[in-house]
């Protein structure tokens, strides 16, 4: 599909959207059916080893932005501000549900980066679903999930 884009062909617009894959697939129906029907085929004595992987495949794409994130910048996250920008698992929705962002901040976090956050249309949801600074904005977050290194941007322009 690429090489057709590169090419100048074009492919049928039903299939454009899936052309730039993101950080994983999300939300509330695709990963809990994967999920189910693996559970169904163990039940039967019958694995499917192609969405087994599919789910496993998913979940390592999500943690491995963050290791892509570190390498290009030499491996120092701890005190760099990285952006992130679309939250939600597709674009014009408020839907946090298993958003491939979650993982992915929740991991830059982790390795000591100051995380700035912006979506069009998701910052309500996401001040209920991301850690969160302590402080003013911490009414936002459940309190287990605090932390010191999100901030939430107003705009796109502001998240840099």
Same mark, same amino acid.
């Given at each position: 599909?690429?090489?057709?884009?590169?090419?100048?062909?074009?492919?049928?617009?039903?299939?454009?959207?899936?052309?730039?894959?993101?950080?994983?697939?999300?939300?509330?129906?695709?990963?809990?059916?994967?999920?189910?029907?693996?559970?169904?085929?163990?039940?039967?004595?019958?694995?499917?080893? /192609?969405?087994?992987?599919?789910?496993?495949?998913?979940?390592?794409?999500?943690?491995?932005?963050?290791?892509?994130?570190?390498?290009?910048?030499?491996?120092?996250?701890?005190?760099?501000? /990285?952006?992130?920008?679309?939250?939600?698992?597709?674009?014009?929705?408020?839907?946090? #549900?298993?958003?491939?962002?979650?993982?992915? /901040?929740?991991?830059? /976090?982790?390795?000591?980066?100051?995380?700035?956050?912006?979506?069009?249309?998701?910052?309500?949801?996401?001040?209920?679903?991301?850690?969160?600074?302590?402080?003013?904005?911490?009414?936002?977050?459940?309190? #287990?999930?605090?932390?010191?290194?999100?901030?939430?941007?107003?705009?796109?322009?502001?998240?840099?």
């Amino acid at each position: 599909m690429t090489e057709a884009l590169r090419s100048g062909r074009n492919p049928p617009a039903s299939l454009r959207a899936f052309l730039h894959a993101g950080p994983g697939f999300g939300g509330s129906c695709f990963p809990k059916d994967a999920l189910a029907l693996i559970k169904t085929a163990q039940d039967y004595a019958s694995p499917l080893r /192609i969405v087994e992987t599919v789910v496993a495949v998913n979940d390592a794409r999500k943690r491995a932005m963050a290791r892509k994130e570190a390498a290009a910048l030499d491996g120092r996250l701890r005190d760099r501000t /990285i952006a992130v920008l679309g939250l939600t698992f597709k674009p014009n929705t408020d839907d946090m #549900r298993e958003a491939p962002s979650i993982p992915l /901040i929740t991991a830059l /976090i982790d390795r000591g980066a100051n995380v700035r956050v912006y979506d069009p249309v998701g910052m309500e949801q996401a001040k209920r679903s991301l850690p969160v600074p302590a402080g003013p904005a911490a009414s936002f977050a459940h309190p #287990r999930r605090l932390t010191r290194n999100t901030g939430f941007s107003r705009s796109k322009a502001n998240a840099f």
